[in-house]
């Protein structure tokens, strides 16, 4: 069964800080896609990434980055020099590779990040 | 051009009623989804419709059913409602034409609903 932990529960930073959240995920899946989503104060889930079990690259867009370690299961997000528009919920997800899985999403307990001017 | 939609945003309904949400989505995508979020945050799949055809049926009670006229459509219909049931509930639509695994989901905007 997969599972997504995300230990951290709420990290409080102040701006301009860099800020990294934690994901660790359980899979017996060889093929397997890990995902971040941001839930800011209004509520929707917003994509931010997504990750193929075969793609170890880490990523970098602006000022987050990610850092994907298949033999940690771990798959890491980075905020960098934070910012109060950051202040969210983020998440972490997992999909199996498997068609029986049909992209179900197994989501992490998600991470507070408050980001105080 | 909202891409994927959901009516209503709040809905406010007393112990035992029955209520709908519905969601559209304006992306072509084949697979449709409805998640709970509950009070803490923890969000967890019920349903997954592909053409629609059921494909992802989690343990959710009976009183829950999930109704696709279309593939762009996927109403979630609630019958005796509940107080557990208050939650947040969001629909997601993947483009998995073949029913291709890993494909981004991406939310509607949830509704929240609340039983009194």
């Known amino acids: 069964a997969q599972k997504v932990t995300q230990a951290q529960t709420e990290i409080s930073v102040v701006e301009k800080e860099d800020v990294t959240l934690d994901c660790v995920y359980e899979?017996?899946?060889?093929?397997?896609?890990l995902f971040w989503y941001k839930q800011p104060p209004s509520g929707e889930l917003v994509f931010l990434i997504r990750?193929?079990?075969?793609?170890?690259q880490n990523e970098i867009s602006g000022r987050y980055s990610w850092n994907f370690q298949k033999s940690t299961s771990s798959f890491n997000f980075t905020i960098t020099a934070s910012q109060v528009v950051d202040s969210a919920v983020y998440f972490c997800?997992?999909?199996?590779?498997?068609?029986?899985?049909?992209?179900?999403?197994?989501f992490g307990g998600g991470t507070r990040v408050l980001v105080k001017p | 051009d909202t891409a994927v939609s959901q009516t209503p945003k709040y809905l406010v309904t007393q112990m035992g009623n029955d209520k709908s949400i519905k969601c559209e989505q304006n992306?072509?995508?084949?697979?449709m989804y409805w998640y709970k979020q509950d009070s803490k945050k923890f969000l967890k799949i019920m349903f997954s419709?592909?053409?629609?055809?059921?494909?992802i049926n989690e343990t959710v009670p009976n009183r829950f059913s999930p109704k696709s006229p279309d593939k762009a459509h996927l109403n979630l219909h609630i019958n005796s409602l509940e107080l557990g049931d208050s939650a947040v509930y969001f629909c997601?639509?993947?483009?998995?034409?073949?029913?291709?695994?890993?494909?981004?989901?991406?939310f509607g905007p949830g509704t929240r609903l609340l039983v009194l």
């Open positions: 997601a639509s993947s483009q998995d034409r073949l029913g291709t695994p890993g494909e981004t989901q991406y």
């Open positions: 899979t017996r899946d060889t093929t397997y896609y």
């Open positions: 990750r193929n079990s075969f793609d170890e």
């Open positions: 997800a997992l999909s199996e590779g498997s068609r029986a899985a049909g992209n179900k999403l197994t």
């Open positions: 992306l072509g995508h084949d697979t």
């Open positions: 419709y592909n053409n629609k055809e059921l494909i």
